[in-house]
């Protein structure tokens, strides 16, 4: 079994690069911050034995060798990166996890036939750069370098360039790296094993998004001298807007859930009637038929409401992740270890992304989900327990065996 | 009669100074090019024989003597700084105007009795620091100038630290600088002159306005994972608040105007619940006690909205500033100077506020409005005539010579 005490320093240690303002972390994806945490990794990574390759996405791959040099690794791994009011958890844990499996193997003496590799993806969160889980994207062959490089973030500074920056532009190309298994263990994210009172998650598949960014043009104009039957203002559409998307969560219950998180208003004056909206859209539902209908419901409340009152609407879906199921025989493996392990499991479907809903598509792959306090997450007061954090990467460290033998 | 070629001449070399992207300018109260415009006004009125005082809220007056010593000035004038998408004659027009009746007195070696002089208000837009209107309110006594000095702008950068920092906190305390009469020159920036096809409005009084912030506190969650009814989502209750002051106006039609021009989400990230909102609220109308109640229809929405649903508001009246009437004698000199001049006029109330609302408070005040093209303001397209101009300046010089003599 794993250490437990070393996984939570390593984990406190390294919520130390990037500290938020109540308890949590703001890392965003490839700020100065990122490269501080990737460093720290690294260094940990050779001091366990491993070597390091990067790819041209600025994903790192730390291996620990196997007996026989022809198979390909068993790969864990996730995200360092954090969202602008991120917890110590999100992605972190399935990165230390995995070098907390290297650890307890170099403990043990343990050799295993295919080498063991510790995975860290760029940019999963999708906060700093649109869309989420892009560098996977790009390994899986979803999206070419040209596109997961140039995307910007709101700045207009480039993936490619601030890969560049901080030193983290490799040489491999994504995706020529051969993975016999995937796993990633994540903290839940959501309420259903605190619940249902169960310390492991297998992770049978994760339900689909669809992502949009809408502009809404009106007319800037005077608060003060500007009728209201002469206006178009853009902010009271775009409320009218959210609301309606909203809405679309509700009437699609119990599993749809919708989300406008950003909204940049302009010219942001207090005087001056609102010109224009920038607004993102998240729809999400684990039923692909459902989630093309609640696009198409998006698009007509966007029309319903800007078209008659003169407001110019321009609605892109920016990014589809589809519902996915996991591989039978790696959730099985999964299954396995928390069974043999006595932890309290049950099924669950993802709600949020992962970096391997990709890296299924070129690896059999599956998930482990321990829980989070009140399923909060994307908060700076996200909190789990040394003791289920440990769990999950036992669980880990099982299947992760039961794959790398012959 | 005034000369037009020169003082269009001047409003566009004017608007050379903090250029927009559309045609119009962004010369933000106290930035940079604020100070650029200030210098190019003291230059001109320099040249044309005047002399210049500054008090401590960065106020300007240049003075052309007249034959009394002893008299205090016929004053007029307005402001320099735009919106951030501002036009090129909202408040540009009214300084200049100002700077021409001067020129035009020169050209014809006018001797008044009492001086005349032309004044320049800091920060009257009240978009880079609120309130608006805030240096001509520390000259009338309604803030005092420790308030003045402390407004800070969406970076913490104080007015009294950007006065020190541009070169304009004089010495003279705001005030203590008597005022004869005062007219105030100005687009209307709203649809009624063209409308009913006169060229000079005869500013009777102004609106009342509201101005609040609220901030609504809801919590950060995961977009993905977060049921819809666990959320506590700040940008949906702030979506519904800004339809209910939407629906305010229009319930107290017709002259009710309410505007969300500014709001702030946090931490704005695709995938995150928005945690908080920051936005600002501005209810206006002509009747105090309409205006009360509309404030009080304001507060229960914000109740009914946020309460049920655990979102904690704050709300803040952060500036009041009532309806009012100008002089009567002022504005029969406006409405005498435009009769004689043949120009078609009408009696009209000031949607906007203005630095004359709070001079008004010290001095005998009235004001001229001209037409705007479809009376768009606060907008780079905000467009007026040189006629059009040139006849509300015509009316601004003889109403300042029949209240300049004994
Ligand atoms: N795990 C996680 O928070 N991923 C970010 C992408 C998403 O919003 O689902
Ligand atoms: N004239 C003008 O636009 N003043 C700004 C203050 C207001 O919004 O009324």
Redesign the pocket.
């Known amino acids: 079994t794993v250490n437990q005490d070393r996984l939570w320093d390593s984990l406190m240690e390294m919520a130390k690069i990037g500290p938020g303002i109540a308890g949590g972390n703001c890392r965003l994806a490839l700020s100065d911050f990122d490269r501080e945490g990737r460093d720290l990794f690294v260094r940990w990574c050779q001091e366990a034995g491993c070597s390091i390759t990067v790819d041209k996405m600025g994903n790192i791959f730390a291996r620990r060798p196997g007996t026989d040099p022809s198979m390909a690794p068993v790969t864990t791994g996730s995200h360092l990166d954090t969202q602008p009011t991120g917890g110590k958890f ?1 992605g972190v844990f399935g990165v230390l996890a995995g070098l907390e499996v290297i650890r307890t193997l170099n403990d043990h003496g343990v050799e295993t036939t295919a080498p063991v590799e510790v995975s860290v993806w760029t940019n ?3 906060s700093r750069f649109a869309p ?2 892009v560098a996977s994207g790009v390994f899986a062959g979803v999206f070419d370098l040209d596109y997961g490089h140039s995307r910007a973030d709101i700045d207009g500074k480039t993936i490619g360039d601030e890969l560049e920056r901080i030193g983290y532009k490799g040489d491999e190309t994504p995706g020529e790296h051969p993975i016999r298994a995937f796993f990633e263990a ?1 903290i839940e ?1 959501g309420p259903i094993l605190e619940a249902e009172e169960k310390t492991i998650g297998v992770v049978t598949g994760a339900q689909g ?1 669809r992502w949009f960014e809408a502009t809404l043009t009106g007319s800037e104009s005077h608060a003060g001298t500007t009728p209201m039957n002469r206006r178009k203002d853009a902010l009271v559409a775009a409320s009218k807007l959210v609301t309606a998307i909203n809405e679309i969560a509700l009437a699609n219950a119990p599993h749809a859930v919708t989300t406008v998180g950003m909204m940049q208003v302009s010219p942001n004056s207090r005087n001056t009637i609102p010109g224009s909206v920038f607004m993102t859209i998240d729809l999400r539902h684990p039923d692909d038929a459902t989630l093309s209908r609640m696009e198409e419901e998006l698009r007509s409340a966007c029309a319903g409401i800007c078209d008659p009152v003169g407001i110019a609407a321009e609605l892109e879906n920016i990014w589809y992740s589809p519902p996915i199921s996991f591989d039978p025989d790696c959730v099985s493996a999964v299954k396995n270890a928390a069974g043999t392990a006595g932890y309290g499991n049950m099924d669950i479907i993802s709600g ?3 970096d391997a809903c990709y890296i299924s598509r070129v690896a059999p792959t599956a998930m482990i989900f321990v829980p989070c306090e009140d399923g909060v ?2 908060n700076e007061a996200e909190s789990a327990t040394p003791q289920d954090l440990a769990a999950g990467c036992n669980v880990l460290l099982h299947a992760m065996l039961e794959r790398a033998s012959a």
């Open positions: 999100d999963e969160e999708g989420a889980m994540h994210q998004q949020a992304g992962h997450s994307h």
